[in-house]
């Protein structure tokens, strides 16, 4: 408990202070433990470096203000979130997103990178074995859209992408985002839900209308990426799902995990 206890304290800080300067030590200091523990711990935990998912939050943050506010410059936005010039921050930019900032003026936003939850300390096994992410506005919207159907995914074979490098599996989920972006309607929203499990949030009550779009994405089964001088092909677990009786945000969340669970049986 004392370990969870100490990730939820580093996850607060590393929120309040992403457009400030933000220092591993000073994480650690807030937290009373030495910077090797809280490292070790969060990469334990959360399989991903502290300056990783800071640099990957950032520039989430600042894909939305890029998509949302059209009207800021990229270097003001390269300024709030630490970079002195627009050169420094369209290069970490391009390395996490795959495009230029220029390019994702125009893209629809989704949540790529969104804020780690600490695992609950019981419950189901499964649940608790994926990675935990926020998904607050996703079950705010979800009380707004009860009687709405997911559509849910999932990559197939993840290690053995994973296995030819990180990189190849950044962009197999850069891949996955794009094919569910490009499947859903104007009102429907794509969601992060857990390391690579991703969901829409349709708009709509109508039981086809989602299955269309599971058989859009799954028409797209097979088809490649690309990852140096190779060519991986990409497959996708995908199910609609209607979340029922869910009130609780725990509830929300361990049901899509479930029914994607489900459809891989």
């Known amino acids: 408990m004392q370990n969870l206890e100490l990730l939820m304290l580093a996850l607060k800080y590393i929120e309040v202070h992403l457009c400030g300067e933000l220092k591993t030590e000073d994480i650690a200091a807030y937290c009373f433990c030495s910077k090797s523990t809280l490292e070790k711990l969060f990469r334990g935990v959360h399989d991903i470096s502290i300056h990783e998912y800071i640099v990957r939050r950032r520039m989430m943050l600042a894909a939305k203000q890029l998509s949302s506010q059209p009207q800021k410059s990229i270097l003001d936005i390269a300024l709030e979130y630490g970079h002195s010039t627009h050169e420094s921050f369209a290069r970490v930019f391009e390395q996490i997103w795959n495009c230029k900032p220029s390019e994702f003026r125009t893209a629809k936003y989704t949540e790529l990178f969104p804020r780690l939850n600490v695992p609950p300390p019981e419950g189901d096994l499964y649940i608790m074995q994926r990675r935990h992410v926020d998904i607050s506005e996703l079950y705010d919207l979800f009380q707004e859209r009860k009687e709405c159907f997911f559509v849910l995914c999932d990559i197939r074979d993840m290690i053995s992408i994973n296995a030819i490098s990180r990189k190849a599996g950044d962009l197999a ?24 499990e991703f969901c829409i949030l349709t708009a709509s009550t109508d039981a086809a209308y989602a299955q269309q779009i599971t058989e859009n994405l799954r028409q797209m089964n097979g088809q490649t990426f690309s990852y140096e001088a190779q060519e991986i092909p990409l497959t996708l677990h995908v199910t609609t799902a209607k979340i029922k009786e869910c009130r609780r945000y725990e509830e929300v969340f361990a049901g899509l995990h479930n029914a994607i669970k489900e459809c891989k049986v």
């Open 173 to 196: 989920i850069l891949e996955q985002m794009r094919r569910m972006t490009a499947a859903s309607g104007e009102e429907d929203i794509v969601f992060r839900i857990g390391g690579d």
